[in-house]
């Protein structure tokens, strides 16, 4: 027997949590989010970190005005980046505004519980029965090291969201693998806290993206189409705000749009801090790494056939997310054999409600199927308000899961 119930649990209280906590919470049902607000954030981002996005396309969704980024900060202007800090500050005063009953705790399990139903189990023991989980894990549990690098010990290999202060590595040469923001940032923070960084990345150019201009001609529009949270153009545009279209196109099309929508490179801010303080080696990629001395050893190809070996005290892979329900820990085995996938992602419905009756994804798991604004904080408000629409449907306010006298629960609304 469960210790409570809940209409709805969302595990997870970064911006996608936040978002459908803030919706279901506004809509009357009785949420548990389970997380603390932008943990991730604070905890897995490095000190001294800008966020790419744009100030007006950094907002978490909420159901009311006034809550916006650009609304805790008026005085923000496109083209003007946002500190980290700046960022999960605005994200604990949202939760604090519109999701006030967020608990700071961890899920370790998803399970079954009855017919209809889910059982979760918190790290203090606790168990929650509820109709309906929606999963907004965010990107830790989907961080990606190449298999070349993927055998060494985490003190001589390490994903890029695994620290937060970087000046321990001062004095040392570390290697970043990786050609996208992250890589670029972590190399050009690194050498900020005393290190000497090495980028080694497969492209053959670093790219850059241009300066955002808050004004533009009519011309410029036109021709180069409208400014949306993914960027400027016409496809952009349509990928940024109606991703419910995206769901409509072939698997192949949408797995390529989310692969070539804003490929790896650098904000237009950080490219002078990429100085002689950062060695970059270019179309090159790692094929080799061994544990040597107290350090790494990488075999490096240019692509000639010729290889040549660079020795680093630590390498730090920059190489991204990739979403695999597998990765899920906290589903039981049951779970996450029984949600349909596709290459890893789950399928999910218009709604975001995968093949298991009651459990959703948002955030990046949700990008396979709604395309790159999922990549991005921009996307959190069309997910809660779909995942909220789809969930009030299910379960009404006073219509949801309660107690009988004798402890069992009662049924609410089934499926529509």
């Known amino acids: 027997m469960s210790d409570s119930a809940s209409d709805v649990v969302i595990v997870g209280a970064g911006p996608y949590g936040l978002s459908v906590g803030a919706h279901l919470q506004n809509l009357g049902l009785e949420v548990r989010v389970i997380g603390t607000p932008m943990q991730f954030w604070a905890s897995a981002m490095p000190e001294g970190m800008f966020l790419k996005s744009e100030p007006f396309a950094s907002s978490l969704g909420a159901p009311q005005d006034g809550m916006r980024f650009t609304d805790r900060h008026p005085g923000w202007r496109t083209g003007q980046p946002i500190p980290l800090d700046t ?92 050609s996208g923001q992250s890589a670029l940032e972590t190399a050009v923070l690194l050498a900020d806290a005393g290190a000497r960084p090495r980028l080694i990345a497969r492209r053959e150019e670093l790219d850059w993206n241009t300066v ?88 490096l190809d240019d692509g000639s056939g010729r290889e040549t070996t660079a020795e680093v005290r630590h390498v730090i892979a920059a190489t991204g997310y990739v979403p695999d329900v597998a990765r899920l820990g906290m589903l039981s085995p049951e779970l996450r054999v ?32 709604f395309g790159p604004v999922m990549r991005f904080v921009h996307g959190s408000d069309f997910a809660a308000r779909r995942i909220a629409g789809s969930i009030i449907r299910r379960t009404p306010p006073g219509g949801g899961l309660g107690r009988r006298a004798d402890g069992a629960l009662e049924a609410g609304h089934g499926r529509t």
């Open 87 to 178: 960022f999960v500050d605005y994200g604990r005063w949202f939760a604090a505004e519109a999701v006030p009953s967020t608990e700071p705790g961890e899920v370790v399990k998803v399970e079954r519980g009855g017919s209809t139903g889910y059982t979760v189990t918190l790290a203090t023991g606790e168990s929650i029965a509820s109709r309906v989980v929606v999963l907004a894990v965010g990107v830790g549990p989907f961080a990606h090291v190449p298999d070349e690098l993927a055998s060494l010990p985490s003190w001589l290999v390490s994903h890029s969201s695994a620290h937060r202060d970087l000046g321990l590595f001062a004095g040392e040469e570390v290697a970043v693998v990786g």
């Open 212 to 299: 955002p201009k808050e004004r533009r001609s009519l011309a410029d529009r036109l021709f180069g189409g409208p400014q949306s949270g993914l960027g400027t153009g016409y496809r952009t545009w349509l990928w940024s705000q109606r991703p419910g279209v995206v769901r409509h196109l072939p698997h192949r099309m949408r797995r390529r749009i989310v692969r070539t929508t804003l490929p790896p490179a650098g904000s237009w801010w950080l490219r002078e801090r990429l100085d002689e303080r950062v060695t970059v080696t270019t179309g090159t990629r790692v094929t080799r790494a061994a544990e040597r001395d107290e350090g790494v050893a990488l075999t």
């Open 338 to 369: 029984r949600v349909d996938t596709r290459a890893g992602s789950p399928v999910l419905t218009g709604d975001f409600e995968s093949s298991l009756p009651g459990l959703y994804f948002a955030g990046l798991a949700a990008a396979a199927t």
